[in-house]
């Protein structure tokens, strides 16, 4: 059997995670990888509040908080006092912040669109559902995608 965990690292350097700056914008904002995450999220989800996103994407509290107000300070992200419970902040993107989100998810899928015409449509077919598939057994694993500090 291979080497699984060469293939995941091989997989990971390619794709190109372990950089500490994955995006930058046409217009030159420069965004880490976590930040385009937590961009995708705002952006995917409705008035999200800053517990939510952080619990998507399995990061604790005090670490996504930083992280958010690191994309406050750069106007890519709003937060605002929920009317019903004021202790609970709702974020959502700026028009910059939407900008920068659009112009991400537009670098990204180039780059998988150029990675997959690499295959034929039967082997993107093949990739697309072992992704699936391991998502999905990820999702159950008890090891698997505890917050990260």
């Known amino acids: 059997m291979e080497n699984m965990r060469e293939l995941f690292q091989i997989m990971t350097r390619r794709f190109g995670v372990l950089n500490k700056r994955c995006c930058t914008t046409a217009d030159g904002v420069e965004v880490s990888l976590v930040q385009s995450h937590i961009l995708h999220e705002i952006s995917r989800q409705h008035e999200p509040s800053i517990q939510q996103v952080a619990e998507t994407l399995g990061l604790e509290i005090t670490t996504f908080s930083r992280?958010?107000?690191?994309l406050v300070d750069a106007g890519l992200v709003k937060k605002t006092p929920?009317?019903?419970?004021r202790r609970i902040q709702i974020l959502s993107l700026t028009e910059q912040g939407e900008y920068t989100a659009t112009e991400i998810d537009k670098e990204i899928n180039q780059y998988l669109n150029e990675i997959f015409s690499q295959m034929t449509?039967?082997?993107k077919q093949i990739v697309?559902?072992?992704i699936k598939l391991l998502?999905?057994?990820?999702s159950k694993s008890s090891m698997c995608c505890t917050p990260l500090g």
């Open 67 to 70: 992280q958010v107000q690191t």
């Open 121 to 123: 449509d039967f082997e």
């Open 128 to 130: 697309v559902h072992s």
């Open 82 to 85: 929920y009317a019903n419970d």
């Open 135 to 138: 998502n999905d057994s990820m």
